[in-house]
């Protein structure tokens, strides 16, 4: 089918340009290339951004369908160079300006400045913008799909504390580093520290400035004692005298020596978050105070001094939940804690987001990372919402993490010392997260030690799939409100329904590449069929959120379009049940249903194609009678070309050729408004319609005769 969309291809220039659906972005590309004369030029890209309907913006991945994307008619897109000079602040306060390609995931974008660098331990490192400070950048999204201006200034910062222990003085620029974050963490207060340890830093602090110690040299307490310490006068005499066993060190060893100092400190490597928790008098206000992580423990340390006033190891947390909507996080430590721990803080999301993260880099730094086992005693941890939302037990069962921000994540890790959880999801984190999981199902899958044999991976898959089944209504409802009228639906009951979705779809990801990984006869049917529900649900995500962000948007699109995703969803899932319950049909039956199907749609392409041309020329009042129509058979058409290619080896089936022909019969109704249609385009319409019944059942009551008649008879 034909897709005609406006291509900015610079500043303030347009050009509206067709396409088709099963174009793939890369031949998109290279049309438009064409188109401006602009050849050769192997980096620029195809950007689509954000708008009503689609959420945030995303650059188009080259090696999927236009059809993939879903665009309307006269959709913007933009196309612009992937590459940027890119300015990077280090914690030294220099600047370094670094060739990138902004349409990667953040992740990849510092792997490369690590090694420009010469960082060592680049994955334990995140970005911040200089205009948020204190705000990460997601790692999994690119730099435009949030919102990051082209100019803008990154601080490359350390986030992870995990492998400092291996640093030495063979490393000097990863040392540099770590040494001035350290130290300013230990100034600024964030690293709380007693009398001693902070005359001790001070002193290798002065050998590090001023190099051996000078009598003469008057020591500068603000500069090398912590802000609390500062009027501490009376010490400049114990500094001194730790400042002159510190000479003779080189510069380097004197920071080597800082570092190893304050890794021993407790609240080294912390990440601190301001919360309040309840007060045991409920009467009065409730109690501010720092909540510190750190790669082995979490603590609550009071909010004016930094005091660790409680402390748990991380392997004594079971589960975790954030929840935006009441602006809390709630962690709970198993046996070891009679009660939940709530805490409140208006944002909630990064704490999650900095544990999951600790979880993937120590699930990398496995040398098994790749090929993990059941650990029978390994207890698993799940995010989850706590109190009305039900929870459920993972099987102890490895499979590799979906990424630590605002997605699932580590769902299911098993760990010697570290419980792992999946990341609840949210309405607004959904879609992005749904992506990820995409593209995660199309990894090689990794086989298990267990004994579960692809028949049980089979079913384990049905069940969630079932439950998932119910969920997904709790979107589907947007869809349903009768003409004119639309459902209302709170934030925090699609967030609900979004986190229930999500742990569906990561336990059907989990038995799919088990019965991959196990050497099933269907496993690949398995994992084709939840990407194909994952893609439903995505969208149907997105429909939702924009509904939510702007209530006033066409009520009638956004049933429109949900119903699209919905008879998508219908036919992924009528996939699978073929690959369950029938063999696929013969390659050659199986051709021959593909082709029949394309044919209609690509014959019902070509009366679009007329149809705008003649909408085109009309006056405005037919337009206006015209439009509503050729609206709708442009989406159906869409969907019987999806349709046609997911199901077309599975129509040996009654229930999947239903699910075909019932698109096919509303796609061919729809013509009859239409009229002055070519000869051309009435035999190409013929061919395959009167082809169809052979293939999806008997269409000729009432829709065939319908077609003739159409074809003959009424135009």
Not at 275 to 284: E, F, L, R, V
């Amino acid at each position: 089918m034909a897709l005609t969309l406006k291509i900015n291809v610079s500043q303030g220039a347009s050009k509206t340009m067709r396409f088709t659906q099963d174009m793939s972005v890369a031949q998109a590309i290279g049309q438009i290339k064409e188109r401006i004369g602009l050849q050769g030029a192997s980096d620029h890209g195809l950007y689509q951004p954000p708008g009503p309907l689609n959420g945030t913006g995303k650059w188009l991945k080259e090696n999927r369908l236009l059809q993939y994307y879903n665009f309307a008619n006269m959709a913007e897109l933009d196309f612009k160079k992937k590459t940027n000079m890119v300015k990077v602040k280090l914690m030294d306060e220099t600047i370094k300006t670094v060739l990138l390609d902004t349409t990667q995931p953040v992740k990849d974008l510092i792997r490369i400045m690590a090694e420009k660098f010469s960082i060592s331990n680049g994955e334990e490192y995140s970005l911040q913008a200089e205009s948020s400070p204190g705000e990460w950048l997601q790692s999994n999204t690119s730099l435009d799909e949030q919102n990051v201006p082209e100019g803008t200034i990154l601080i490359l910062k350390k986030r992870f504390f995990y492998s400092d222990n291996l640093l030495d003085k063979e490393d000097p620029v990863s040392l540099h580093l770590l040494y001035v974050q350290s130290r300013d963490a230990v100034l600024n207060g964030e690293y709380s520290v007693t009398k001693n340890e902070a005359i001790e830093l001070a002193s290798l602090l002065c050998q590090v400035l001023h190099g051996n110690y000078d009598p003469n040299r008057k020591i500068d307490i603000k500069s090398v004692l912590p802000l609390a310490f500062r009027k501490e006068k009376a010490w400049e005499k114990e500094i001194a005298n730790l400042w002159k066993k510190a000479s003779g060190l080189t510069e380097t060893s004197a920071k080597y020596k800082y570092v190893q100092t304050v890794r021993f400190l407790k609240t080294y490597g912390i990440s601190s978050f301001e919360i309040k928790m309840a007060n045991p008098d409920k009467k009065s206000k409730p109690i501010k105070a720092i909540l510190g992580v750190t790669r082995e423990s979490i603590m609550i340390m009071d909010f004016e001094t930094k005091a660790v006033k409680k402390q748990w190891p991380l392997n004594h947390l079971r589960r975790w939940a954030a929840s935006a909507a009441t602006e809390s996080f709630t962690l709970d430590f198993g046996d070891h804690e009679r009660n939940y721990l709530t805490l409140f803080t208006p944002n909630p999301e990064p704490i999650s987001q900095l544990i999951s993260g600790y979880i993937d880099i120590i699930l990398k730094s496995r040398k098994d990372a790749a090929r993990m086992t059941q650990d029978d005693d390994a207890q698993v941890a799940q995010i989850e919402n706590v109190g009305r939302v039900q929870a459920f037990a993972m099987p102890s069962v490895t499979m590799t993490t979906l990424g630590h921000t605002g997605v699932l994540g580590s769902a299911g890790v098993t760990m010697e010392s570290l419980a792992s959880g999946a990341q609840a999801l949210t309405l607004a984190s959904g879609p992005s997260a749904v992506e990820r999981m995409i593209d995660e199902i199309s990894s090689p899958a990794y086989s298990s030690a267990m004994s579960t044999t692809s028949v049980d991976y089979q079913a384990q898959f049905l069940r969630s799939m079932d439950e998932l089944g119910e969920v997904a209504r709790g979107l589907l409802v947007l869809g349903d409100a009768p003409q004119g009228q639309k459902t209302v639906i709170s934030r925090s009951a699609l967030d609900t329904t979004v986190q229930k979705i999500g742990v569906e779809l990561a336990k059907m990801m989990k038995a799919a590449r088990g019965a991959s990984a196990s050497g099933g006869d269907d496993d690949d049917s398995l994992l084709n069929g939840t990407k194909a529900l994952a893609e439903a649900l995505r969208n149907m995500m997105s429909i939702a959120e924009m509904v939510v962000e702007n209530p006033s948007i066409d009520t009638e699109e956004v049933k429109s379009a949900m119903k699209a995703n919905a008879r998508a969803y219908q036919a992924g899932v009528s996939y699978i049940q073929a690959s369950i319950k029938a063999p696929f049909a013969p390659n050659l039956t199986g051709d021959l249903v593909l082709e029949s199907g394309l044919q209609v749609a690509q014959a019902i392409s070509g009366l679009l194609d007329f149809a705008q041309k003649a909408y085109d020329s009309a006056d405005p009042a037919k337009k206006q009678e015209l439009l509503p129509d050729m609206e709708t058979l442009r989406k159906y058409n869409d969907i019987l070309l999806a349709e046609t290619k997911n199901l077309g080896p599975a129509l040996v089936l009654e229930d999947v050729r239903t699910t075909v022909r019932e698109v096919i019969c509303i796609a061919v109704e729809l013509l009859q408004p239409l009229s002055n249609i070519p000869l051309s385009h009435q035999r190409r319409l013929f061919v395959p319609v009167s082809l169809a019944p052979t293939f999806f059942g008997d269409l000729q009551a009432p829709v065939l005769p319908h077609v003739l008649n159409v074809i003959f008879g009424s135009f």
